[in-house]
């Protein structure tokens, strides 16, 4: 696979969403709902745009998911486990692109798994069938 500049700019711009829309979330909501015991992260929303614009999404959240927990370093295992979680989400729903509900389903429980919570996972599986639907192609293309 080889990356070009529209990859990287495409990359680079997923990581900035994905940590700015935590901040965001942490200054308005407080910290809890990014960082505490019941997670619940808006910009996990963007996972599911993996199945429609390929690889620099999945690789865009997984650096947001880094910067974001080095952010607001609570110990290594979340900033080593918690990218991983997110890598294998968006590559689960990237390769499930065409079924978009089976690729939702399998995307949120690598995220659930790592928070040890099965309903975080069941309300990220709602939020990706959500987004899928809205903004979803039929075709099952990528953006090139």
Do not use: E
């Not at 942490?26 to 809890?32: A, Q």
């Amino acid at each position: 696979m080889k990356l070009d500049s529209k990859d990287w700019a495409l990359t680079s711009v997923f990581a900035a969403l994905y940590v700015v829309v935590n901040v965001l979330q942490m200054v308005s909501f407080g910290n809890p709902t990014v960082y505490g015991p019941i997670q619940l992260r808006v910009a996990d929303c963007l996972i599911a745009l993996s199945a429609l614009m390929g690889w620099p999404v999945v690789a865009g959240v997984t650096a947001g998911c880094f910067l974001t927990n080095a952010y607001y370093f609570i110990g290594i295992q979340d900033v080593v486990f918690g990218p991983i979680a997110n890598l294998a989400a968006a590559t689960l729903v990237l390769l499930m692109g065409r079924h978009r509900f089976i690729g939702c389903v399998l995307g949120a429980l690598p995220i659930g798994l790592y928070r040890r919570r099965l309903s975080m996972g069941v309300l990220s599986a709602a939020r990706c069938l959500w987004h899928s639907a809205s903004v979803g192609r039929d075709d099952g293309q990528r953006y090139r």
